[in-house]
């Protein structure tokens, strides 16, 4: 791979940001060749951080929108200054992990960055996807929700909320719509028959009844997935087991509907507040614009 840095070289090269190109066309431009592009400029104790470390990762991202690449320096350190690199500077050199040959801020500082922009919803799922590759652990997640820094407290609310059992975005997403209108569930849960054999494993278990909430996917859609699905759903009735499943539009405009329903199985009085919790959330994400 050549990187050209000032005039554009000729035809063949696509545009990276101002003034930086690559000798191949765009459709051919991978992630990490725009980002080794990038560090080219860049002093060697800069560290790719935010959406684009998060990217790099393969994290669960918020809804998709454009960003510039984001990088964090350590004090008094000189960097570019062009259109479509956003800089940080931190009060310390930023420590390094490299990934795919790739700078990156470790897991933890990139959650903490992340925290400065992004609301709980969006960082629920950021979060637990991190877990549950082992990107970090909650100890050090705590660790940087300690610092007297931006985005520390929106971490520090979000801690409790996490768990890398979680499979999907849109399970830590429903999960959170549980915790907020109080309703105690447990993630991953397996379920058997009276023999013991397995039956299934479930998105979320309402602890205490037989009632199963997941979320259903565009990939449900699927004959082969149908088909599947159904004889899933035959063993659970067969075991005496109730599953209630749910779109992504039902859960992020629909909670109402599915808080009333726990509401009437447990006997509980309708509370507009655990609605209200959960409407602010999804306002305060990037689902909810």
């Known amino acids: 791979m050549q990187v050209s840095r000032g005039q554009r070289p000729g035809a063949g090269w696509t545009r990276v940001g ?40 393969g994290w669960w991202l918020p809804s998709p929108a454009s ?6 320096v350590g004090p008094g350190e000189r960097h570019p200054q062009r259109s479509g690199l956003a800089v940080t ?30 609301g709980v919803l969006d960082l629920v799922a950021l979060a637990d996807s991190a877990l549950r590759t082992g990107d970090c652990t909650l100890d050090e997640l705590s660790e940087a ?13 979000v801690l409790p909320l996490l768990d890398p059992r979680s499979e999907s975005p849109w399970e830590s997403i429903m999960r959170t719509l549980h915790r907020a209108a109080g309703i105690e569930v447990e993630p991953q849960y397996e379920i058997f028959d009276a023999n013991r054999r397995f ?15 997941e979320y259903d996917g565009e990939v449900h859609r699927d004959l082969g997935t149908h088909r599947r699905d159904l004889s899933r759903e035959r063993r659970l009735v067969d075991t005496g087991w109730q599953r209630h499943g749910y779109t ?20 509980r009085c309708w509370d507009p507040d ?11 994400s990037s689902y909810g614009q």
């Open 199 to 213: 039956v299934a494993r479930a998105d979320l278990w309402l602890v205490g009844t037989r009632r199963l909430h």
């Open 145 to 157: 929700a300690r610092q007297r820094r931006r985005g520390a407290p929106r971490l520090r609310e």
């Open 274 to 284: 655990r609605l209200a919790r959960w409407r602010a959330l999804v306002r305060a």
């Open 67 to 72: 960003h510039p690449v984001q990088i964090a």
């Open 89 to 118: 500077r931190l009060g310390r050199s930023p420590l390094v992990e490299y990934v795919d040959g790739l700078p990156l801020a470790t897991a933890a500082e990139t959650l903490l960055a992340l925290s400065r922009d992004f």
């Open 18 to 57: 101002y003034g930086l190109y690559l000798n191949r066309p765009p459709l051919a431009c991978a992630q990490r060749d725009v980002l080794l592009a990038w560090g080219s400029l860049l002093p060697t104790t800069a560290v790719f951080t935010h959406l684009t470390a998060a990217e790099v990762r």
């Open 248 to 267: 992504a539009a039902e859960v992020l405009r629909g909670g109402g509907p599915i808080i009333a329903s726990v509401d009437a199985l447990f006997g």
